[in-house]
């Protein structure tokens, strides 16, 4: 073992010194073979044909293999066309048997004459019904990889073959039309599964690793993949056009019930060491899962992806929120800070910059009997994060001048959070279901923060600021929802009333220091000039609002909804601050301190017409919602009012979608609705927050409410046939009194002040294209997108209008090549060009680079070894000022499966072998341009065991 970790470090120095072009070559080299492998494709026997009934009707999706006369081994397969026709190319020269299989029709099968053109032409096909009482028997003979039943494809997982304790990811993989990207998620017919449910049932929530990662492959009998109905849509009766894409397992019989886990520890370089471990047990009743990790490698161990595993039964459930009614109600106005961290879900903040250590433990349970559905879990983490930044921001004035600023830092942040999630649904009568939903968090910070920030105007003409900060923070909150709903006897009405409390507050303290040196300042007054001040902030909120529902048919296809919303929110902040003099006595600053007291209430009513027929819906509504925020504000507590805020709104708001799904697996889809978001809290707060002296944030009681109008048109499609889809959007927003940062800018000093307020007159286009192909069917696929959009953003400079306006071109491609069992290459790049204009200052317009590119290969090697290797190329490019970076990433694996079950595993890792690992970003915005680096975690190798337990042991029949 010893020589064999000399040899990675030996490795390592001499890759450290390739050349980027080398690095460049390797990616090429990859492309080169999957090139290669199509093109000697192409030289092999091309056979097709067509299927028809009795009647001379043509058989769409049917299922026609070929395979092998000794001993029925598959050797190729694929499903007919709308005429009936199917293809077969690239196929070896070999004996071969074709069958065609179609639910309800006698399996077809015959032995192939091969000829010696390199195209055989097959005679018609013709399948003949079977009566239904030889219905089950024919269907257990007929078994096929894939099938279509309705709108439903199904694979049989026996036909695909994988190695021995494979997972269940790695089936997918071998499944046509099915793609596992490099985050792990599931890209089913080039849309994202939502969803993932295991015999009918949610697991571990929607999109699931924990499952995909972990169960034995060998444990599954079929996948069947479909478009479920939104949870809306379940819960009225009434379809809403809204789809989930998503994916059911359907084990064994002899696997309904079992466990699953893997416990894994490793230690390495540089004293760098990681382990988690977890456990899950499932059956007919009951989930339960435990997980725990710690590492000092920036891995939280959880992405968005594990934490839907963990969740449970508790993702994704819409409709919990008890918001009737188009666009959600709108209801959702007590912010907690604008931080994940301030939510009540579980975290999965990103902590790959810096320099962290991490822990966490958490267990989740889940109960499902005689309509009674409860889940409930428990997350306990931590994380001691380090981050060294240096960031440059250059802001243009109007004047065709520009100065910069720069930010050398050092944050410490150590956080920990507890939270837990309840929730109960029960099914009281055929009529009758209520839901029962609690959260709870508690959570504390401590952040300390130094840094040296200069303002540049010329080698001559500089300000700096040092700034020593500290902050510890307490918080926690709470919320309770119950949702009622009744079916009527009458089949489509409906009806449906909640009420939820949501309560919050946090207390914290905090130390600014700061010294500053301004040049050109003729105030020796300023307050900003040097910083010692004591900060005592105390905020509270509590939200309480209930909805209403009733949906009454009006014919079979044309249905009648209505909604009421209410609500009401009371928030106060009591925030002092005291400057420390000389005596070290603190004295109240009047100008900072404020108490603030506000109260927003909201009423909505609104009414939608809806048809539904046939796969085509629409829905046309209308809604008048009242908004009435009134406040007032002292410099403390019971002190003298300084101002009041009492402003109501009342806005018409339309709504209108339509989704339209036909024959072929395609969908249309278009919409149009009308948005009002209020003022956060943050922004309506009138005091200064000066924490960073040189850019002083202030708020502006006077906001007015945002108006959005947002249009929006789809279209996608996906031929089982070919394994061809194709998606199209387009996205518009309209903004009236959009709220924005407007900027006062010291003309001597260049201190800003942002203050929040509102302009009319911004755009927002985003538009997708993404096509997915067969190069070679079920060996070499590829995967193309591009998202061009635009933006026109308005704000006030120094009481001046000005419009940026930004063109973003982004593209991508993505290539599979699984061409035998123990090779697969996964390949990439992306390219995007940010292009920024600026009104006042068309000298200073931007054009920002980003561009990557990937590979990923995993090799099986002889008794049981396998290699992965993970390359990833970043580069950031902006000409206007000099800056090209690039990041050279690549990670190597080696391991080995160990025992007969093979659930032990060996494994040798190297991250960063070139060690470039840095964190980079790049950004024009209304009157900048930035870039920043974050010193990151680089070069390390780690040597690990892991023990898997992958479900239940299949026993083999004989």
Do not use: C
Request: aromatic letters at 12%; zero cysteines; a neutral charge.
């Amino acid at each position: 073992m010893i020589l064999e970790g000399n040899l990675v470090f030996e490795t390592a120095f001499i890759i450290n010194n390739i050349t980027l072009n080398k690095m460049k070559f390797f990616l090429s080299f990859f492309l080169l073979l999957a090139i290669t492998f199509a093109t000697q494709a192409q030289s092999k026997l091309t056979i097709r044909g067509t299927v028809k009934d009795t009647t001379d009707t043509p058989l769409d999706y049917t299922s026609v293999l070929l395979l092998s006369p000794q001993d029925s081994a598959l050797v190729a397969y694929t499903l007919t066309n709308k005429a009936g026709e199917y293809q077969f190319k690239n196929v070896d020269r070999q004996p071969l048997l074709i069958k065609a299989t179609y639910m309800g029709y006698i399996p077809f099968q015959k032995e192939l004459n091969l000829p010696e053109s390199d195209e055989l032409e097959l005679e018609e096909i013709v399948l003949i019904p079977i009566l239904q009482e030889l219905y089950e028997v024919v269907v257990k003979a007929a078994k096929a990889p894939l099938m279509m039943r309705g709108d439903t494809l199904e694979y049989d997982a026996s036909k695909f073959k994988v190695p021995p304790g494979a997972t269940l990811e790695e089936l997918l993989r071998k499944l046509p039309g099915m793609q596992i990207d490099a985050d792990g998620n599931i890209i089913a017919q080039g849309q994202q599964v939502q969803k993932v449910t295991v015999d009918g049932r949610r697991f571990f929530g929607g999109n699931t690793k924990m499952a995909t990662q972990n169960l034995n492959a060998e444990s599954i009998s079929k996948l069947q993949l479909y478009d479920d109905k939104s949870e809306q849509a379940k819960l009225t009766g009434v379809d809403d056009g809204v789809k989930e894409k998503t994916l059911n397992v359907e084990l064994k019989e002899e696997a309904k019930k079992g466990g699953f886990g893997k416990i894994s520890a490793a230690g390495g370089t540089d004293d760098r060491w990681s382990s988690n471990a977890s456990f899950n047990k499932f059956d007919k009743t009951n989930q339960f899962s435990i997980i725990g990790y710690g590492n000092n490698v920036n891995q939280t161990g959880l992405s968005w992806d594990d934490l839907q595993e963990f969740r449970g039964s508790s993702a994704f459930q819409f409709g919990d929120t008890g918001d009737f009614g188009f666009n959600g109600g709108g209801m959702s106005f007590i912010s907690f800070g604008g931080d994940r961290e301030e939510s009540f879900e579980i975290p999965f903040n990103n902590l790959s910059s810096g320099f962290s250590n991490n822990q966490a433990f958490g267990v989740n349970y889940n109960y499902l009997k005689d309509k009674k559905d409860f889940s409930s879990n428990y997350f306990y983490s931590r994380s001691d994060q380090i981050i060294e930044s240096f960031n440059s921001r250059t802001t243009f004035l109007e004047d065709e001048t520009s100065f910069t600023s720069t930010d050398k830092s050092k944050q410490n942040n150590v956080a920990g959070h507890h939270r837990v999630n309840l929730r109960f649904q029960n099914e009281l009568d055929s009529t009758n279901t209520i839901t029962l939903t609690g959260k709870g968090r508690l959570s504390s910070l401590t952040t300390s923060l130094a840094s040296l920030q200069e303002l540049i105007r010329s080698s001559t003409e500089q300000s700096q600021m040092e700034r020593d900060n500290q902050n510890d923070r307490w918080s926690g909150a709470f919320q309770a929802t119950a949702i009622f709903r009744h079916k009527f006897k009458k089949n489509g009405r409906n009806f449906a009333a909640s009420i939820s409390n949501t309560y919050s507050k946090a207390d914290q303290d905090g130390i600014q220091k700061s010294v500053v040196d301004l040049v050109n300042s003729t105030d020796p007054n300023t307050y900003f000039r040097n910083l010692d001040q004591v900060n005592e902030a105390l905020n509270s909120s509590n939200q309480f609002k209930t909805s209403l529902l009733f949906v009454e048919p009006i014919k079979k296809t044309l249905f009648w909804e209505s909604f009421y919303n209410f609500s009401l929110s009371n928030s106060e902040t009591d925030r002092k601050v005291y400057d420390v003099e000389a005596s070290d006595t603190p004295e109240l600053n009047p100008d900072l301190s404020r108490f603030f007291d506000n109260t927003i209430t909201y009423n909505r009513l609104g009414s939608s017409i809806r048809y539904a027929n046939k796969g085509s819906n629409l829905s046309v509504g209308l809604a008048a919602s009242n908004y009435n925020l009134n406040g007032q504000f002292s410099v403390l507590k019971d002190s003298e009012t300084l101002g009041t805020v009492d402003k109501n709104y009342l806005n018409l708001t339309p709504n209108l979608s339509f989704w339209k799904t036909m024959k072929g697996n395609k969908r249309l889809n278009a919409g149009y609705s009308m948005g009002v978001t209020p003022p956060s809290i943050s922004d309506l707060q009138p005091f200064k927050d000066i924490s960073n002296p040189l850019y002083i944030r202030e708020g502006n009681p006077d906001l007015k409410p945002e108006v959005a109008h947002s249009l929006n048109a789809g279209y996608n499609m996906y031929d089982p046939a070919t394994f061809i889809n194709f998606q199209f959007s387009l996205n518009s927003t309209f903004y009236e009194s959009q709220v924005v940062q407007n900027q006062t800018i010291d003309p001597e000093t260049f201190v800003t002040t942002y203050k929040a307020g509102n302009v009319s007159g911004g755009q927002r286009y985003y538009s997708y294209i993404g096509f997915g192909f067969p190069i070679v069917k079920t060996k070499f696929n590829a995967f193309i997108n591009a998202n061009p959009s635009y933006t026109k953003s308005l704000t006030l400079i120094n009481s001046l209008e000005t419009e940026t306006n930004t063109f973003s071109h982004n593209f991508r491609v993505s290539l599979d090549l699984t061409p035998l069992e123990w090779f697969n290459l996964y390949a990439g790049t992306s390219f995007r060009l940010s292009k920024t204009k600026y009104e006042q200052n068309p000298s200073q317009n931007q054009d920002i680079i980003n561009w990557n590119a990937y590979t990923n290969m995993n090799i099986k090697l002889p008794k049981n070894f396998y290699l992965d290797v993970k390359f990833n190329y970043n580069r950031y490019e902006n000409e206007s000022f000099g800056f090209d970076q690039e990041v050279p990433i690549m990670n190597a694996f080696i391991y080995k499966l160990l025992g007969e079950a093979k659930k032990w595993e060996v494994r040798l890792s190297a991250y960063d072998i070139f060690k470039q690992n840095q964190t980079i970003s790049q950004y024009a915005g209304q009157n900048f341009v930035s870039t920043g680096r974050i010193e990151t975690l680089s070069r390390y190798f780690l040597l690990g065991v892991t023990y898997n337990m992958r479900g239940i042991e299949i026993k083999k029949r004989r």
